[in-house]
Structures are given as C-alpha cells and as structure tokens.
C-alpha cells in the first residue's frame, strides 16, 4: 500500500515563497503528482514528476526524490488566489494506474 | 469543450435509501475513479474501471456500487449498507495509465443524509 505524509496546514505572505513538502511510502510508484483544491471545489492537476528532479512550471516547481520517498511543491510570488488546499498524490505501478491522496496542506496567503 | 459532468452538485438522502450519483465524460479517457472525501482529509478510492463492462473495488468500497456499461458513463450507487455516507463524491478519469497523464476531475457531489 501507500502512505503519504504532509503538514496540515501553513501560512504565508504575498510575494513570498513557500515549500510545501510531501514524503511517502510505497510499495510500487509510478509517479507523484500535486492537485491544486480550492474551498468546496474539485482539484486541478498541478505538476507530475516519475523521474528525480526538479519540474518547473511558470510559478509552480515540484521536485522529486525516489531514493528519499520525498518531493516538494515550490510556489513563487505568492497571489492571494493561490490560498487552497495542495494535494500530494502517489501514482502505483499496477495497470490500473489508481492513485493514492494525502491529506492535504491548507495554505492561507496573507497580505 | 471536453470534460467530466457529475450530477447532481447536492443530493440529501434519508436514511435506509439507495442514491445514484452521475458521472459522465466527453474526454475518451479509457480509465474512470470514484474518490470520496471527507472534511480536512485527502481522497480516498471508492471504485475504478479500466475498460467497459470492468471495475475493481478500491480501499473503501463496502455500502457502494457501479457499472460500467459505456466509456462516457461511471455512476455510482451509495446504498444503504453504507453507514456514513454524508461526504464530497468526486469523479476523475485519466487518459491511460501510461507516462504524465493525471486526473481530470467532474465538480464533485455533494452528498448529506437527513
């Protein structure tokens, strides 16, 4: 099975940067993605990494580490829309392709 | 535009009742997901079909059911064996298990027992 660990919650400023970190545990991967959840809406697809490696994508990086079971989701020039909820999901290696979720890291952007 | 369409966006159910919750894709994405997910927690694996008239249960599928008898169409069936039902239900799919394709989620539905 799957196991996915990231903090709760976090805080920061407009403008700023924040690291949101994701470690995991698995028994087959074949990538890790980040979603994107505002309040009361579905997710968004983010980022996706399989090999080792930083994936940079406008404001948003993610960075991955298979040999540690650790990747991070790296946010730029922090917007006030960019308060939501970032999902950490594992990706296994069976055909059917499911993916495990972490709970989640709430970040509130203040001005 | 393509997409995923879930319906209906709120549903209440009395208890003891069986409901259906649509899901419909206009993506020719071979591969649908149920996840349900419950206030300040992740998704968590309801059921999941690869190919027509196949599914396979994922980690919560007792009090659930679903079919799948056209690409476009996953519904799902809360039944009354569920015991704790009131959560967000969200639909995904996913062109093909292969290199980057992630989830395209439906609005979700939200579901509460009265």
């Known amino acids: 099975g799957q196991n996915i660990d990231q903090p709760t919650e976090m805080t920061a400023t407009e403008g700023a940067i924040v690291q949101i970190n994701c470690t995991y545990q698995?028994?087959?991967?074949?990538?890790l993605f980040w979603y994107q959840q505002h309040a009361g809406e579905a997710p968004t697809f983010l980022s996706y990494n399989v090999l080792d490696g930083l994936e940079e994508k406008g404001r948003f990086s993610s960075f991955l580490s298979r040999s540690k079971g650790y990747s991070y989701l790296l946010l730029k020039e922090l917007q006030m829309k960019d308060s939501a909820s970032y999902l950490c999901a594992v990706r296994d290696n069976t055909n059917a392709g499911k993916s495990t979720f972490g709970d989640g890291t709430t970040l509130t952007v203040k001005p | 535009d393509g997409g995923i369409t879930q319906s209906p966006k709120y549903l209440f159910r009395k208890e003891g009742q069986n409901v259906t919750l649509s899901c419909e894709q206009n993506l020719n994405h071979d591969a649908m997901y149920w996840y349900r997910q419950d206030p300040g927690q992740g998704l968590r694996l309801i059921y999941y079909s690869q190919i027509v008239n196949d599914f396979q249960k994922g980690d919560i599928a007792e009090g659930y059911s679903v079919s799948r008898e056209k690409k476009e169409s996953f519904p799902l069936t809360v039944t009354s064996a569920q015991k704790n039902p009131t959560a967000f239900y969200l639909c995904?799919?996913?062109?093909?298990?292969?290199?980057?394709?992630?989830?395209?989620f439906g609005s979700g539905t939200r579901l509460t027992v009265v």
């Open positions: 698995t028994s087959g991967f074949n990538g």
């Open positions: 995904a799919s996913s062109a093909s298990t292969g290199y980057g394709y992630g989830y395209t």
